[in-house]
């Protein structure tokens, strides 16, 4: 079965500090893998996806295949990083449809 | 805005009523799709299209709800006899190509009293 698990729902971290939003995977093929952000009374939209290896307003993110993971992290967080983390996984189906996980609600305080 | 548009924002509905709901993609984004995110759970995939076609519906969309994208533009996402396990937002995106960036609308609130 088709799963992304991101077991934290709320992570609290102070302004600065080190981040890291956890994401597993359960697919047999080769999945693409993506986080999606939700700022406050904004729609979601992409912040990075693994097949272009970027880094994005400081985040990474790499596909572990063997740990089926895709961990989001940032070394220093800042205030305006507080949203909606959503990992989400698009199957090789060509369909383009998205499983995703059930957020993780990142809180920088000051 | 020129991104996707979902029409109406908010709707508030007594049970056993039909609703529907319009997303307006953005231009020549040939695949949309609906989904649907209860409180405190990610989005859910319910069905989508390429162009006019609706090529995948998921086991969540029961006989009661029917979704149309004529001429492969806007569709839209009928509810017949509204439950009130089908308060939910229900988001649409869409996207240019299979395993590209989905643009997502700002949703609709169903709220089935």
């Known amino acids: 079965a088709q799963r992304v698990t991101q077991p934290e729902k709320l992570l609290s971290v102070f302004k600065g500090a080190p981040v890291e939003l956890k994401c597993n995977y359960s697919y047999s093929g080769s999945p693409e893998l993506f986080w999606y952000v939700q700022y406050s009374r904004q729609r979601l939209q992409l912040l990075l996806r693994h097949i272009s290896r970027e880094s994005i307003k400081g985040f990474t993110a790499d596909l572990n295949k063997g740990e089926t993971s895709f961990h989001l992290k940032k070394p220093f967080a800042q205030e305006e990083d507080s949203a909606m983390y959503y990992c989400?996984?698009?199957?090789?189906?060509?369909?383009?449809?998205?499983?995703f996980g059930q957020g993780t609600t990142l809180q920088v305080k000051p | 805005d020129t991104g996707v548009s979902q029409n109406p924002r908010h709707k508030i509905t007594k049970r056993g009523q039909n609703v529907t709901f319009r997303c307006d993609p953005i231009?020549?984004?040939?695949?949309l799709y609906w989904y649907r995110q209860t409180l405190g759970q990610g989005p859910e995939f319910l069905t989508y299209?390429?162009?006019?076609?609706?090529?995948?519906k998921s086991r969540l969309l029961s006989d009661r709800f029917s979704a149309e994208r004529p001429k492969g533009s806007f569709s839209t996402l009928e509810i017949q006899r509204t439950e009130q396990g089908d308060s939910a937002m229900y988001l649409c995106?869409?996207?240019?190509?299979?395993?590209?960036?989905?643009?997502f609308g700002q949703g609709t609130r169903l709220t089935v009293v």
């Open positions: 299209f390429q162009n006019e076609a609706q090529l995948e």
């Open positions: 989400a996984l698009s199957g090789s189906s060509n369909t383009g449809k998205l499983i």
């Open positions: 995106a869409s996207s240019p190509f299979a395993n590209t960036e989905a643009f």
């Open positions: 231009s020549e984004h040939n695949r």
